[in-house]
């Protein structure tokens, strides 16, 4: 399937990144990814910012304490709580016209369906735990009116990778989920979904190692129309970038946004700050353990896929993000799944957060003339 999907022209490549991943010796390939990174933000920095980004929280779940911080963590609890965030972000393409994407619209029913998180769900519900890491903020079908858009003005969906994501309820499907009598209609009718050529290639064939963290048939009869393939590193307009920062899966990709504060990076590489500046941590163990191995990023390591890749992609992360102005000792990295900071967790909540990204004014297509 992946081989007869060609990139459409809505992105264009980033020639600063091109090849850095496939340097060898592995040492020299961290190298070559450090200094592309700081030729690339030099010259995204110049470009221009979006037009406006918002993240809302769409829910909290459980999730296991060892893989938050790659095990470096002291912890006594097995579990903690992780809240995913969506982003409604706009930007002006590169056909001169404003484009509106939606980052991470996470469907819980959908994630459910992993069998991961089925077994954990499982668990939680027979130690009678569920209530405590399980809440509901919002619908992702159900945010934008509460911004002044509908469901149909999005021009794009994307995920940093399609763990737990059933794309079929997000972006409709020819035929029916198991159980159901209809083929499911696309949350955001208008919208293609981007997603990396290698991540789309998980779904054909699933590797043991993989298989636990994806839905099963999640994207079965998704039509090829709704699907937007790039490679590599991706712009999208002003303002906004898709690095492919590859090891947490093969196709893991970062979302980077140029704002009036400077530059945000958001992946699930990380849980916390933390897992990008742990010279900073005060969680017990990350800071230490870090230190002992010479390591400056702590993996969110729920997946082996390629650990090496997954440190060499959050030192790409780390070298585009900008200082935060509130804090300079801190990078703008927020994770698109953040470790709570809920004081039953403690000591396991993250030294540092900054909360959700809010800029500028999101306004109805058309509505700027």
Not at 80 to 99: H, S
Not at 138 to 143: E, L, M, S, Y
Not at 154 to 170: A, E, G, K, P, W
Request: some cysteine; hydrophobic content about 40%.
């Amino acid at each position: 399937m992946t081989d007869t999907l060609p990139a459409r022209q809505a992105v264009r490549p980033i020639p600063e990144l091109e090849g850095v991943h496939g340097i060898w010796p592995r040492g020299e390939r961290l190298n070559a990814v450090r200094a592309a990174a700081e030729r690339y933000r030099e010259r995204f920095a110049g470009q221009g910012t979006v037009r406006a980004v918002k993240s809302i929280d769409i829910a909290a779940a459980p999730y296991p304490a060892r893989f938050a911080f790659q095990g470096y963590s002291v912890n006594l609890n097995p579990l903690i709580t992780i809240i995913n965030r969506m982003f409604v972000i706009q930007f002006d393409g590169f056909d001169g016209r404003m484009k509106t994407l939606v980052w991470e619209p996470t469907v819980a029913a959908g994630s459910a369906e992993a069998p991961f998180y089925r077994k954990l769900q499982a668990l939680s519900r027979r130690m009678r735990a569920e209530r405590l890491f399980v809440k509901y903020y919002n619908d992702p079908d159900k945010v934008l009116p509460g911004l002044g858009l509908s469901n149909a003005d999005i021009d794009y969906v994307s995920f940093d990778h399609l763990h737990v994501q059933d794309v079929r309820m997000i972006m409709g499907s020819d035929t029916p989920i198991g159980g159901e009598t209809a083929p499911s209609e696309p949350l955001f009718p208008n919208a293609r979904l981007l997603v990396h050529r290698k991540e789309l290639g998980t779904f054909e064939s699933m590797h043991p190692m993989q298989w636990a963290w994806y839905v099963d048939g999640g994207m079965d009869g998704v039509p090829a129309e709704r699907l937007e393939v790039f490679d590599g590193d991706v712009e999208l307009g002003v303002g906004v970038s898709l690095l492919w920062t590859p090891g947490h899966t093969d196709g893991n990709h970062s979302l980077v946004l140029n704002t009036p504060d400077g530059i945000w990076v958001s992946s699930e590489n990380g849980m916390a700050a933390d897992n990008w500046q742990p010279e900073l941590s005060r969680i017990p163990g990350v800071r230490q353990q870090a230190s002992f191995y010479g390591r400056e990023v702590v993996l969110n390591a729920n997946t082996l896929e390629d650990s090496l890749d997954q440190y060499d992609s959050m030192v790409k992360e780390k070298t585009l993000a900008s200082p935060s102005p509130r804090d300079p000792r801190w990078l703008q990295i927020i994770p698109s799944s953040e470790c709570a900071d809920w004081k039953r967790q403690w000591p396991l909540v993250p030294t540092h957060s900054h909360g959700g990204l809010d800029y500028g004014t999101i306004t109805k297509p058309g509505a700027d003339g």
